[in-house]
């Protein structure tokens, strides 16, 4: 079945955000920009909007959504107490990419919001139209990444209409994201602070701020139960096979495998690698710009650009070292490659 007639999903520019405000207080999905990737917009007080945005992106109901302020006053309205050291960090590193977990004030949000947890994610995002759009919204946000269920992040407002049009109302457009990773998520609701998604906040910037915390974003095995349930599920995976090109490879080994396959082959890599070596025809490149920063900002694009191509059945990937934001990158590397290093191929 058609599962219904498709909507037009429109495009609001910056002039239009009052119309994407709109659109939001009436109850209708808008997809907006931030610095680390897009969301998809739902009015958080909204129990129907909130639906609607599990089942335009195909997301397991379980899997909590992070509610957007613009305003730390926005928290105190749904945080159940704010700790001390979580007040030092919001005004630390918002409007930021940082996501703080914090217990929440008892039927204040729906447990459509929160997936049944006693606790609920808070960001500001630093964006200037988002920023506005939720001001004039008068309502906090909530606000998966705008892609479609397992799928790679949106970086650009043309990633969300890939995945989304027809299921959406609209996308606030305001180019491409920066960052280009998704925020850092910290729970403050235990007494141990631990990051559950490392992000361009990292662990030695927070523990400048609030002194020693956790990690907890290893790779969470079949039987465990991750704290965040987002955790569990295949992600970022595009249809080929990704190989994970360690700093301990040659490249020129890389050039020499791809030369001996039969199929098309994504190179993902900074612009110096791909200058060096020479090429075999099946080998088709795509820049990660000259570091780990460039590289954090294009790989969601590098990812879902050879997604597009069914031809392409292997994707080589460059690694960082797993230091500052390259954690993060390689966190997001990790799981589209599920694991798999070009050293380990068959
Ligand atoms: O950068 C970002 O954070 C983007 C932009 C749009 O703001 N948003 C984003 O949302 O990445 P999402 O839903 O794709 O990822 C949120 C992650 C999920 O892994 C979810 O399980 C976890 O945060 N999460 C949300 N609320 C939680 C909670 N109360 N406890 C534990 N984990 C939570
Ligand atoms: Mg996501």
Redesign the pocket.
């Known amino acids: 079945s058609l599962g219904g007639s498709l909507m037009d999903t429109k495009i609001y520019h910056f002039k239009e955000i009052d119309a994407a405000a709109k659109d939001l207080r009436d109850g209708q999905l808008v997809a907006f920009p ?1 610095e ?4 998809l917009g739902a009015d958080a007080t909204n129990e129907d909007a909130v639906k609607q945005v599990y089942k335009a992106k195909g997301r397991p109901s379980d ?4 509610v ?1 302020v613009a305003s730390i006053d926005m928290v105190e309205k749904y945080a159940a107490e704010i700790p001390d050291k979580a007040w030092k960090l919001m005004k630390h590193f918002w409007p930021g ?1 940082l ?1 703080i ?1 914090l217990k929440i004030k008892p039927g204040s949000l729906s447990k459509t919001v ?1 997936g049944g ?1 006693s ?3 808070f ?1 500001f ?1 630093n964006n200037q139209a988002t920023i506005e759009l939720i001001r004039r919204a008068g309502v906090p946000m909530v ?4 892609n479609t269920s397992g799928k790679p ?1 949106p970086t650009t407002a043309q990633h969300v209409y890939h995945d989304l049009h027809g299921k959406i109302k609209g996308i606030l457009d305001d180019g491409p994201t920066q960052v280009g990773v ?2 850092t ?1 910290l ?1 403050m609701s235990t007494d141990q602070p631990t990051i ?2 490392p ?1 361009a906040v990292t662990k030695e910037d927070i523990e400048s701020v609030i002194g020693s915390i956790e990690n907890n974003h290893h790779h969470v095995g079949k039987n465990e139960i991750p ?5 569990k599920y295949k992600h970022y995976a595009p249809a080929a096979q990704v190989y994970i090109v360690d700093p301990s490879d040659d490249w020129a080994d890389v050039a020499n495998w791809i030369k001996s396959l039969s199929y098309p082959v994504g190179v993902m890599a900074t612009s110096d690698i791909l200058a060096q070596q020479d090429w075999a025809d099946n080998a088709e490149p795509f820049s990660l710009g000259d570091d780990v920063v460039s590289a954090s900002a294009e790989l969601f694009d590098g990812l879902r650009h050879f997604d597009t191509e069914p031809r392409i059945k292997a994707i080589v990937t460059q690694a960082f070292p797993a230091k500052g934001l390259g954690v993060a990158y390689m966190n997001r590397l990790n799981k589209s490659a599920g694991g798999m290093h070009f050293a380990d191929r068959q």
């Open positions: 931030t680390t990737v897009y969301g899997n909590p959504l992070i957007h990419s996501t977990i929160t947890l606790t609920v994610a960001r995002p606000g998966p990444s705008a992040s998704e925020s998520v729970d559950l998604r992000g704290k965040a349930p987002g955790m």
